[in-house]
């Protein structure tokens, strides 16, 4: 649409609303200025502190994708975005501010017609007041796992949440992982027939650590992956789309070859999620596809640039199943590894999820544990039978390491600190390209 056509910002919005865009807007500008960051946070707060219902008026009358779930929202809704903005303008929450507080902040900031779709990554704790605030058209649900024991909530309370939020939201579709039995248990909470389900086979892993039926507690009468419950009937629901190594399936039979710039299959199922939402609001699942092999960094996920002559990988891993994830994707018996850990508030301050990390599988690797909590890094190490220097900084134990191929994993607030500093060093190079099959 061109500009000369787009109604102006705000006229179709009550009084109350077009203050708050406003001082929203403003707030983010004094933000930005002073340097005191982005101003996500803090416009949307204001904005809200203003009227509450906000995000209710700038989502009346849009197409409203929500992606949640404990991994992977980031990426898939960049894909979601990348497919609607085939056919359409989009707003989207990218800068990673996923609370309530982080939508309204996109949304306010957005100067395109209120009628262009929107895709929003929502943290899973906040997913059902977004869901109240908004009528989505299509809700996708990643997974659920244990994130920040210090001051998230159980998964078993997440799944509840997630059930009664879904109940409230009848007229949303729902794109879910079929793979993960958390995920079903708040979806069939809330659908038990399915009724507007769209499932996804994304071949997860994570159904091997719920060894018990999340609805009633029994031991599975079929094990993951094709789990079942003989005492309440809860069991892996069939599939409508799957994500296969290098392919998506569709409903229709489609099969569709996948070539992303992002490594993994993990990212394969997050390219499928994707498409399945698109689907739903009639982007092909060719072109969400397509549209998602564009994308080669995620806020500096993967991404790959030199540093004082050593070349270095960033990953990325926020919890248990994300350091899992990323471990998985690092090539076995390559270069050095730098793990970094750190304790702040948003890594939260707990770090006994070290132990439910596979670090056994970088045995014979050259490690070097680094970050503020490099002790307790070094005490995990140990005790997986991994050989390992010790160095806080991670950035310097990578110069010191030397090589082309180093690869640095960190845990939130670390990962924000390096890849800091190494895009203020330099360029990236090449983004990294996996092959199908990985
Ligand atoms: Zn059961």
Same mark, same amino acid.
């Given at each position: 649409?061109?500009?000369?056509?787009?109604?102006?910002?705000?006229?179709?919005?009550?009084?109350?609303?077009?203050?708050?865009?406003?001082?929203?807007? =403003?707030?983010?500008?004094?933000?930005?200025?002073?340097?005191?960051?982005?101003?996500?946070?803090? @416009?949307?707060?204001?904005?809200?502190?203003? $009227?509450?219902?906000?995000?209710?008026?700038?989502?009346?009358?849009?197409?409203?994708?929500?992606?949640?779930?404990?991994?992977?929202?980031?990426? #898939?809704?960049?894909?979601?975005?990348?497919?609607?903005?085939?056919?359409?303008?989009?707003?989207?929450?990218?800068?990673?501010?996923?609370?309530?507080?982080?939508?309204?902040?996109?949304?306010?900031?957005?100067?395109?017609?209120?009628?262009?779709?929107?895709?929003?990554? =929502?943290?899973?704790?906040?997913?059902?007041?977004?869901?109240?605030?908004?009528?989505?058209?299509?809700?996708?649900?990643?997974?659920?796992?244990?994130?920040?024991?210090?001051?998230?909530?159980?998964?078993?309370?997440?799944?509840?949440?997630?059930?009664?939020?879904?109940?409230?939201?009848?007229?949303?579709?729902?794109?879910?992982?079929? $793979?993960?039995?958390?995920?079903?248990?708040?979806?069939?909470?809330?659908?038990? $027939?399915?009724?507007?389900?769209?499932?996804?086979?994304?071949?997860?892993?994570?159904?091997?650590?719920?060894?018990?039926?999340?609805?009633?507690?029994?031991?599975?009468?079929?094990?993951?992956?094709?789990?079942?419950?003989?005492?309440?009937?809860?069991?892996?629901?069939?599939?409508?789309?799957?994500?296969?190594?290098?392919?998506?399936?569709?409903?229709?039979?489609?099969?569709?070859?996948?070539?992303?710039?992002?490594?993994?299959?993990?990212?394969?199922?997050?390219?499928?999620?994707?498409?399945?939402?698109?689907?739903?609001? @009639?982007?092909?699942?060719?072109?969400?596809?397509?549209?998602?092999?564009?994308?080669?960094?995620?806020?500096?996920?993967?991404?790959?640039?030199?540093?004082?002559?050593?070349?270095?990988?960033?990953?990325?891993?926020?919890?248990?199943?994300?350091?899992?994830?990323?471990?998985?994707?690092?090539?076995?018996?390559?270069?050095?590894?730098?793990?970094?850990?750190?304790?702040?508030?948003?890594?939260?301050? $707990?770090?006994?999820?070290?132990?439910?990390?596979?670090?056994?599988?970088?045995?014979?690797?050259?490690?070097?544990? #680094?970050?503020?909590?490099?002790?307790?890094?070094?005490?995990?190490?140990?005790?997986?039978?991994?050989?390992?220097?010790?160095?806080?900084?991670?950035?310097?134990?990578?110069?010191?390491?030397?090589?082309?191929?180093?690869?640095?994993?960190?845990?939130?607030?670390?990962? #924000?600190?390096?890849?800091?500093?190494?895009?203020?060093?330099?360029?990236?190079?090449?983004?990294?390209?996996?092959?199908?099959?990985?």
């Amino acid at each position: 649409m061109r500009s000369s056509e787009r109604p102006p910002a705000g006229t179709a919005l009550p009084q109350r609303a077009r203050i708050a865009v406003l001082a929203g807007r =403003v707030t983010a500008m004094v933000s930005r200025l002073t340097r005191r960051g982005g101003g996500m946070t803090i @416009s949307g707060h204001v904005a809200l502190w203003l $009227d509450p219902a906000l995000i209710t008026h700038l989502t009346r009358g849009r197409p409203v994708v929500v992606v949640s779930g404990t991994n992977g929202k980031t990426t #898939t809704t960049r894909f979601v975005a990348a497919g609607l903005r085939a056919r359409h303008q989009v707003v989207t929450n990218d800068s990673g501010a996923n609370l309530v507080s982080g939508v309204a902040a996109a949304l306010l900031a957005s100067t395109d017609p209120r009628t262009c779709p929107a895709a929003l990554e =929502v943290d899973e704790f906040a997913l059902p007041a977004v869901l109240r605030a908004t009528e989505a058209s299509v809700v996708v649900l990643l997974n659920l796992s244990r994130d920040q024991l210090d001051r998230g909530s159980e998964v078993s309370a997440h799944v509840r949440r997630w059930a009664t939020a879904l109940a409230a939201a009848p007229t949303a579709v729902v794109v879910a992982n079929a $793979d993960d039995p958390l995920v079903c248990a708040a979806v069939l909470g809330a659908r038990p $027939d399915g009724t507007a389900v769209r499932w996804v086979a994304t071949g997860s892993r994570r159904g091997v650590d719920v060894p018990l039926c999340p609805r009633c507690q029994a031991a599975w009468a079929t094990p993951w992956p094709m789990w079942a419950c003989g005492a309440c009937g809860l069991a892996r629901p069939t599939p409508a789309w799957t994500a296969h190594e290098g392919r998506v399936t569709g409903p229709g039979g489609e099969d569709i070859a996948v070539q992303l710039a992002l490594p993994g299959q993990v990212n394969v199922a997050n390219a499928a999620m994707a498409a399945a939402a698109c689907d739903v609001l @009639s982007v092909p699942p060719s072109v969400t596809l397509a549209a998602a092999s564009s994308v080669d960094e995620v806020a500096g996920r993967y991404l790959r640039t030199t540093y004082d002559g050593v070349g270095v990988r960033l990953l990325l891993g926020k919890n248990p199943a994300g350091w899992t994830e990323v471990l998985d994707l690092i090539e076995p018996g390559a270069g050095p590894v730098v793990l970094a850990v750190n304790a702040g508030v948003a890594d939260g301050v $707990d770090v006994s999820w070290l132990w439910d990390v596979p670090f056994e599988q970088l045995r014979g690797r050259r490690v070097v544990a #680094t970050g503020e909590r490099s002790e307790d890094l070094s005490v995990r190490l140990h005790y997986a039978g991994v050989e390992h220097e010790r160095e806080v900084d991670p950035v310097r134990a990578a110069v010191r390491l030397g090589g082309a191929d180093c690869e640095i994993v960190a845990n939130y607030t670390a990962f #924000t600190q390096v890849r800091a500093r190494l895009r203020a060093s330099h360029r990236p190079r090449t983004p990294y390209v996996t092959t199908a099959g990985r």
